[in-house]
Structure formats: C-alpha cells, structure tokens
T-cell receptor
C-alpha cells in the first residue's frame, strides 16, 4: 500500500524563525514523486514544492526546502524566515505507480500558526 | 484570474436533495480531477478526466455521484440523494500532464463546501 504520515500536532512558530514539518511515506514503487501543498483558511490548495524519487538534490523553492531522506522514506518541509501569511495547513502528498500516476495520496496535514 | 474556478463556493442542502458543483479548469490543461476533503483529513481522490474521457474513478465515488466533462473543458460533479456523510469540501484540480515534476503539478481550486442538514 501507499501511505503518507503526518503526525505532528499543531505548531506555533515565531515570525522570522524556521519551522520543519515532518512527512514520512511508505511505498514499494521505485519511482514516485512527493509534493507539499499549503491550504490557508480560504480552502485553496497551493502547490509549494516537488521532489522526485530519483532527484539527486533536495528541492528548494524560495523559502521552502525539502529535506529528502530516501532511505528513511521521509520528506520534511522546511520553511525559513516564517511570515504571518504562512499560517495554514500543510499537506504532504505522493504520486506513485501503485496508487495510480494520475492520483495524489495526501497525509492528514500539519497545522502551523505563525505568531508575531 | 486564470486559476481553477469552482462554484458555488458554499452549498447547504437538505438530506435527499441533489446538488451539482461546477469546475472550470485552467484553460490549457487537459486533465481534470475531483477530490473530496473532510474535516481533519487530507484530500481524497474521486475521479480523473483526460479531455472529455473519465479515465479513473475511486471506489469512494458511489453510484449517487456522477461527474461529467462533456466538451473537455468545464466539469460538473453531481451528488444525488445527498446524505449527511456527503458533507465535505469538494476540490477540483487540473494539470497539463500527469503530476510528475515541478512543471507538471496539479493546481487546485478553492473548493466547494457542501453541508447536508
């Protein structure tokens, strides 16, 4: 089976500090992709960052970086220099052959609240 | 605005009524997806279209649910004989190709909230 696990409770982070959101996954596919999405209270899922299973380097997109540890099957999101607008739910998702290459399997999400 | 558009954004309906949601994808995207999200959970896949063809359906899509994309552009999701368990947010998404890279990701709309009373 293919499974995404996000188990951290809600997190409070001070503005301008960094925060790490944990994501572990379970798959037997050799080829897969990992995504992080942000969901503010408005409901829209906003794409943040992507990591392919064969990518040699960890992905980075502005203040977002992905700490990809393939052997441990973890893909943690790091948000640097947090801003008040970063307060949202964050979802880790995976695409793989087992679940269907056209589907994303999502975790339950991590709640982040940035405090001034 | 060239993002994925969904309407209505909110719908309250009585149990047993039918509801229909509409999704307008990003114009150049030929793939369209429907997901459902309940409180405290991540989105769950419902169905996928490539152009007008419905190519995949989740077992979550019971026979009371039907999705169409008649001309390969906008899509509708209809729920017949709604039940309280259908209360959720229904997210539409689109993409140009299968989600396989930074450039081929899935873009979501703001969702349509359904409350069945």
């Amino acid at each position: 089976a293919q499974k995404i696990t996000q188990t951290q409770p809600g997190m409070f982070v001070q503005e301008k500090e960094a925060v790490t959101l944990d994501c572990t996954y379970d798959t037997s596919d050799p080829s897969y992709g990992l995504f992080w999405y942000k969901q503010p209270s408005s409901g829209e899922m906003i794409f943040l960052i992507y990591q392919g299973s064969y990518d040699q380097q960890n992905a980075t997109e502005g203040r977002y970086s992905l700490n990809f540890q393939k052997a441990r099957k973890s893909a943690n999101l790091v948000i640097s220099a947090s801003q008040l607008g970063d307060s949202a739910m964050y979802f880790c998702a995976m695409r793989g052959a087992y679940y269907g290459n056209n589907r994303l399997a999502f975790g339950k999400g991590n709640q982040v609240v940035v405090i001034p | 605005d060239t993002g994925v558009s969904q309407n209505p954004r909110h719908k309250i309906t009585k149990r047993g009524q039918n509801v229909t949601f509409r999704c307008d994808p990003i114009s150049e995207h030929n793939r369209l997806y429907w997901y459902r999200q309940t409180l405290g959970q991540g989105p769950e896949f419902l169905t996928y279209f490539q152009n007008e063809a419905q190519l995949e359906k989740s077992r979550l899509l019971s026979d009371r649910f039907s999705a169409e994309r008649p001309k390969g552009s906008f899509s509708t999701l209809e729920i017949q004989r709604t039940e309280q368990g259908d209360s959720a947010m229904y997210l539409c998404a689109s993409s140009w190709r299968a989600p396989s890279s930074r450039g081929n990701t899935i873009y979501f709309g703001e969702g349509s909230w359904l409350t069945v009373v």
